[in-house]
Every structure is written in structure tokens, then in C-alpha cells.
């Protein structure tokens, strides 16, 4: 079944194409539909490669506008995406809509550690179309947007099984949600994990800790090349030849 963008008052009716994601109409959307394209098309293309299997689930953690989440579900038993800032949830629910895709699940939920889990939380809203925005503490200097009230859980809360790959870009909580995920990273046989490290050096001390959890967890560390703030995190005996 195909979807269309309907205008009753004009008595527009325009199909949509094959891929398709609703935008923003803002310097970052501009800049997306007609400079850079699909940013992390790259990465998502060679963890399709990589990782990719049609038994196994995927969690999608700072979903955004679901980049990810659409271009992996071909890839996938079933893709769960969660996505904390309340405007860029309702657009991923949308592109999920137009690309037809059934076989993705939207949480509109912050990813965080048992010590911050089943209550709401405050999230900072630093741009309109969701770039940046966290429930951490932010430096001083940063600008806030405006503030949202949202839930938080734990990936163990969901009792996953068949996880085949889990990706972290929640800004600077990738720690704390990895600390919450510990139950189902076990369960799971210590799938492959993409995640953002931020390179500010306000970060470091944190990105040391998140480095060495997953070290702990006998989880090879590599740089996703040629992003500086992208790696992945996984286990030496499962990585594929790359073509």
C-alpha cells in the first residue's frame, strides 16, 4: 500500500517516494535535504553489512528522526527505537508511517541507568530538531531551548531477546543507559554496540569510564572511521571481512 501527502484544501495529492523522511524546515533541515544527505548513511551501511540479521533485533537509542532505524529494518527481525525529545518522536513515528515500515517500535522514553529508571526526568532541549538535546547535566555556557518532562527506563526493562545490535547517540548518556542495559547485553550473548563518544574535553573523564565499562565487559573498541565520535564495541571473534 502506498502513502501520499494529502491537501484537501488544494486537492494536492502527492505519492510519496520509495524512501522518504518528514523534515524540518530549519537551517539543519535545509542543510540536510540539500548539502549532506543522510549523514550517517556510511556507518548504516556497513553495520547492515556487519551485523545484519533478519533473527535478530535491533535497539535504536536516540532514534531522532529514524535514519537508522528505517534504512536497518530491511536488515532486521524488528527494530526498537527510542527517542526522548517529544517533537522529533512524533517525526519518527511519521517517517515510520510513510516508509510503511511494521516492523519498528517507537518509545518516546530517555534511555538511562537503574539509579535514574521508572521516573521523569527533565530533558534540555538545545535545538528544535533534536540535535544535542540530553537529560544530563549541561556545561554552563550551553544554551537551553526550553526544558521537557519525560520518562526514563532502562533497556533491561524490556527483557529483549535476540538483540543482534544496539546503537547509543544520546548525548553524553550512553554511560548510564549502558549501566542500565548490563541484564540484557548478558542475555544476548554481548551483542555488537554502535555508539557517540563526545570529543569536547569536558567529556573525557566520562568517556573513560564508558570505555573502560565495556572493556570490563570484554568488548573490543574500535573507531568508526572517518567520524571521530563514532565507535562500536565488540566482541574480537564476530567481526565480518568487510567486502
Not at 549501566?179 to 573513560?208: C, M, V
Not at 570505555?211 to 565480518?240: C, H, S, W
Request: net charge negative.
Amino acid at each position: 500500500m502506498a502513502t501520499y501527502f494529502w491537501g484537501p484544501e488544494k486537492r494536492l495529492v502527492v505519492p510519496t517516494p520509495e524512501l522518504a523522511f518528514l523534515m524540518h524546515d530549519d537551517d539543519s533541515g535545509r542543510c540536510q535535504m540539500h548539502q549532506v544527505g543522510v549523514p550517517e548513511l556510511p556507518i548504516i551501511q556497513w553495520a547492515a553489512q556487519q551485523f545484519g540479521d533478519k533473527s535478530k533485533l535491533f535497539i535504536d537509542c536516540g532514534a531522532h528522526m529514524g535514519a537508522y532505524s528505517i534504512l536497518l529494518s530491511e536488515h532486521f527481525d524488528h527494530v526498537h527505537a527510542f527517542e526522548a525529545q517529544r517533537r522529533t518522536f512524533f517525526q519518527l513515528c511519521g517517517n515510520i508511517f510513510i516508509n510503511e515500515k511494521h516492523n519498528i517500535t517507537p518509545y518516546h522514553c530517555a534511555v538511562t541507568s537503574p539509579a535514574e529508571a521508572n521516573q521523569t526526568v527533565t530533558l534540555n532541549v538545545i535545538s528544535e530538531d533534536g540535535g544535542g538535546s540530553t537529560i544530563r547535566m549541561l556545561k554552563k555556557e550551553q544554551v537551553v531551548l526550553k526544558t521537557e518532562r519525560v520518562s526514563a527506563n532502562t533497556i533491561d526493562h524490556y527483557h529483549f531477546n535476540n538483540v543482534g545490535l544496539i546503537k547509543l547517540d544520546i548525548e553524553g548518556n550512553e554511560l548510564k543507559a549502558l549501566q542500565g542495559t548490563t541484564y540484557t547485553l548478558k542475555r544476548n550473548n554481548y551483542p555488537a554496540i554502535i555508539f557517540e563518544a563526545n570529543t569536547d574535553s569536558w567529556y573525557e573523564p566520562e568517556k573513560r569510564e564508558l570505555f573502560k565499562f565495556l572493556g570490563e565487559l570484554n568488548y573490543t573498541i574500535a573507531e568508526i572511521r572517518p567520524y571521530d565520535n563514532m565507535f562500536v564495541a565488540i566482541q574480537q571473534d564476530r567481526i565480518k571481512p568487510t567486502e
